[in-house]
């Protein structure tokens, strides 16, 4: 039988002696933290020429059908500012939006519709207003060689075929409910998927006959998938905005990178990949 | 010959009635209250968040009967599937000798260290229609598990299973094997064995492990939303209806994940202890 020296009344002390220790540290430690913006919080000149003054990391949260393209445009603006690397966060536009407005840090927020942007506008998260640098349009995305025989929207109401859209919250999905109001065709889904990636993987493994996607997916699947262009598209164009971000722990560096985004060489790797200007 | 109890010792009955007759050391009092606050802030963040005002307009706006319904059912449903399955599993795994025993328990176990995302992506090559199984599933049947209430039972019956074969194998070593020797000695078949002596003795254990895998299956998304997808009604269990509604209202999503909280609460919470522990 053990001596039990600590009572629970004196270990309840101990404990409360410590949380209001650790409380006030924090506290100190919440007040004192600098709004790390830096001193290099005005915006510098939108040319986007070479700046030696740009460094530090970037944060960029941007809607998963800009991956190839922004990818493109990390490595490129890393060239031209060796001090500077651009980290990505590709995911559907509604959910990075939610994760900004929570508090998530990034400096730049490219979306792929002007709805995602309007909730972090809203909220007061984004500096000034945002620029739009490239649109999209959908298109349908089917297995190589079309062995379905999809011509048109309404197609894929055939009996027997399974079609997966976006959730109706991503720009994806907002659009493709558009569209396929537009042609007065009643369409049920098989699946309503969490981003556009996820929505063209499915028609890649073969899970699923078509998938509303857009162009700029089809074009850099690498022929994994076959597009089929539909006339209601043009109904639907998603305008891609960008900004950055009120809380930008790298405001500097994030106005050169969305300068970079909107000058020509951007414009060019965009256009590349199939956005329209 | 009379029994004294020592002054400071717990009689049976004042443990069994939880009186605080031991005192905690305060090394362990600390990292114990720090984790009950770790688990329990999270709840009471969503209770405080929760718009009690307008709950009901809340909830008459979403798809939750459905996605209740549905998450009910195929996590029963998966339980089921894990029980059938799963108790002769354990009790080969844990009864039998075989070369390589070991490697079978780690390759049964290893659902619980995959990322839930990978199981959906593992089953969707093995079973989905250009998958290695699903080909002639699809070619033979004409059916196909991806996108159907089905395949939601499976995904989750993929993850939840494991939690009930170890818990089952773990009870099944435990057991004392003299009582089943004993019947065998009085006549009784194996299979009187295993139902009227076998099956009792585990019987904590095996509801344990029939509480986690139904909970477990209950939770489930990342295999859920990969391998069946989501569609309301269908497919669209509560998680996932929680997450697609976190991307543009968050208030919805807060009122679903409460719901979610009180329906597995009233379960756990009237699962008598006595029932899962061992006397």
């Not at chain 1, 028609?203 to 597009?227: F, H, I, M, P, R």
Request: neutral net charge; glycine residues 8%; contains cysteine.
């Amino acid at each position: 039988m053990t001596s039990r020296q600590f009572s629970t009344r004196s270990g309840a002390r101990v404990t409360m002696a410590v949380l209001a220790a650790a409380a006030l540290a924090a506290a100190a430690g919440c007040s004192s933290s600098s709004n790390s913006t830096g001193a290099a919080s005005s915006s510098s000149s939108t040319s986007a020429s070479a700046s030696s003054t740009v460094s530090g990391a970037v944060t960029v949260f941007a809607a998963s059908s800009l991956k190839a393209a922004f990818t493109t445009l990390g490595a490129q603006f890393h060239t031209a500012n060796p001090g500077a690397t651009v980290t990505f966060n590709f995911g559907g536009s509604a959910t990075l939006a939610q994760q900004i407005t929570a508090g998530a840090p990034a400096d730049v927020f490219a979306a792929a519709s002007s709805a995602t942007m309007k909730t972090v506008t809203t909220a007061s998260d984004a500096v000034g207003t945002p620029s739009v640098f490239a649109h999209n349009q959908l298109e349908i995305a089917v297995a190589p060689g079309n062995p379905k025989n999809i011509t048109s929207l309404s197609d894929l109401t055939k009996s027997g075929l399974k079609v997966v859209l976006c959730a109706v919250a991503q720009p994806c999905g907002a659009a493709a409910a558009t569209v396929v109001k537009d042609a007065k065709v009643s369409l049920t889904p098989v699946s309503l998927e969490a981003d556009v990636a996820s929505a063209l993987t499915k028609v890649e493994l073969g899970e699923a006959d078509a998938a509303l996607v857009y162009k700029t997916d089809v074009q850099g699947s690498g022929g994994k998938v076959t597009g089929v262009d539909f006339p209601e598209s043009s109904d639907a164009i998603n305008t891609y905005p960008i900004a950055v971000l009120t809380h930008a722990p790298n405001s500097a560096a994030a106005t050169a990178f969305v300068a970079y985004v909107l000058s020509a060489q951007g414009q060019a790797v965009l256009a590349q990949d199939g956005f329209a200007k | 010959m009379t029994v004294t109890t020592l002054p400071d010792e717990p009689t049976r009955r004042s443990r069994d009635a939880g009186a605080p007759g031991r005192r905690i050391p305060a090394f362990l009092f600390l990292p114990a209250l720090l984790g009950l606050l770790f688990l329990v802030l999270p709840l009471i963040g969503l209770l405080v968040r929760t718009p009690w005002g307008s709950l009901s307009q809340q909830l008459a706006g979403t798809d939750v009967t459905a996605a209740l319904r549905l998450s009910l059912v195929s996590a029963s449903l998966a339980t089921l599937v894990s029980l059938v399955l799963g108790v002769p599993l354990a009790w080969v795994l844990a009864r039998i000798e075989f070369p390589g025993r070991r490697v079978v328990r780690s390759l049964v176990t290893l659902p619980l260290v995959m990322p839930p995302v990978v199981g959906g992506v593992a089953l969707l090559l093995a079973l989905g229609r250009n998958g290695v199984l699903g080909r002639y599933l699809e070619s033979w049947f004409g059916y196909s598990l991806p996108f159907t209430t089905a395949g939601v039972v499976v995904a989750e019956a993929f993850v939840a299973m494991p939690f009930l074969v170890i818990s089952v194998e773990g009870a099944l070593r435990t057991a004392d094997a003299r009582y089943e020797e004993a019947a065998a000695t009085l006549g009784a078949s194996r299979l009187t064995v295993l139902r009227r002596v076998t099956l009792p003795l585990i019987a904590p254990g095996l509801a344990a492990g029939t509480v986690l895998c139904w909970a477990r299956a209950l939770g489930e998304f990342g295999a859920t939303i990969t391998f069946a997808g989501n569609f309301p009604g269908r497919t669209q269990t509560m998680p996932l209806a929680v997450y697609l509604a976190m991307e543009d209202d968050p208030q919805a999503a807060i009122v679903l994940s409460l719901i979610l909280l009180a329906v597995s609460l009233i379960v756990l919470v009237s699962l008598r202890e006595r029932w899962t522990t061992t006397p």
